[in-house]
């Protein structure tokens, strides 16, 4: 039972994070938003899990390597959501 209750605890919190990283690959679309509080903390939370990253796959000026993160972040969080 209590099991239960902190396995969807950690569920809602990595859900709650997923859209922290997705505001973040948003708001790297619009660097001019950057001289605004919120998006540089924004930016701050979900750079530590998306910084390694970075960088792998670039086509131009474009950087499809946050993907890979999101795809394995996500199958983390679907692991998750297997026991609730």
Not at 56 to 75: K, N, R, S, W
């Amino acid at each position: 039972m209590i099991l239960n209750y902190i396995i969807k605890v950690i569920y809602y919190l990595l859900r709650g994070y997923s859209y922290i990283i997705f505001a973040s690959i948003i708001l790297t679309w619009l660097p001019s938003l950057y001289q605004y509080k919120i998006p540089r903390l924004v930016r701050k939370v979900a750079d530590w899990y998306m910084w390694p990253f970075r960088g792998f796959l670039v086509i131009g000026i474009l950087d499809f390597t946050p993907m890979i993160g999101i795809v394995l972040y996500e199958t983390i969080v679907g692991l998750f959501s297997a026991f609730m």
